[in-house]
């Protein structure tokens, strides 16, 4: 069975919660070394620094989009561009002292939802969202997210 497979990634928080991360998506990217045909991913990652601009802007490249203003995508990356894109990430993290903005759970999963659409999300295909965040209790405490799980579940997205 063909799959999309999207991952979010909040880095948002302290170095780390953002470390350990970043191994776990390493871990499962590395899973689909040699994806079965058919098999696509896609990257979102939310959060930024505060001192990045608050206005929506396409960023260089046509594979990395900015969204909202503080979360991209990153469509169809073949495993090595995903791969760089995580310890890029890391990277800018780790050299940033300025404080990382937080973004809301429900624009990031927007993205997501949107993002699954481009990779052509249809009613044979395998949909799995990983969320990786160390919000812990807040995510399901959200009234929202009961509403986003239900959507998800219509669109055939197992988050």
């Given at each position: 069975m063909c799959s999309s497979t999207v991952f979010a990634l909040d880095i948002s928080h302290q170095s780390p919660s953002l470390s350990k991360a970043v191994e776990i998506l390493q871990v499962l990217a590395l899973s689909y070394?040699?994806?079965?045909?058919g098999t696509r991913?896609?990257?979102?990652?939310?959060?930024a620094p505060s001192e990045c601009?608050?206005?929506?802007?396409?960023?260089?490249?046509?594979?990395?989009h900015r969204v909202f203003e503080h979360i991209s995508s990153l469509c169809r990356p073949s495993i090595f561009d995903?791969?760089?894109?995580?310890?890029?990430?890391?990277?800018?993290?780790?050299?940033?002292h300025s404080e990382w903005l937080a973004t809301g759970f429900i624009d990031s999963l927007l993205v997501c939802s949107d993002l699954f659409r481009l990779?052509?999300?249809?009613?044979?295909?395998?949909?799995?969202?990983y969320l990786i965040t160390d919000?812990?209790?807040?995510?399901?405490?959200?009234?929202?997210?009961?509403?986003?799980?239900?959507?998800?579940?219509?669109?055939?997205?197992?988050?």
């Open positions: 070394v040699i994806p079965p045909t991913m896609g990257l979102v990652i939310s959060g601009s608050a206005s929506s802007q396409h960023s260089s490249g046509y594979r990395k995903f791969l760089e894109e995580l310890r890029e990430t890391q990277r800018e993290h780790r050299q940033t990779l052509g999300s249809g009613g044979k295909r395998r949909n799995v969202l919000a812990r209790t807040k995510v399901a405490r959200m009234e929202s997210i009961g509403e986003v799980r239900k959507c998800f579940s219509m669109q055939n997205i197992t988050l």
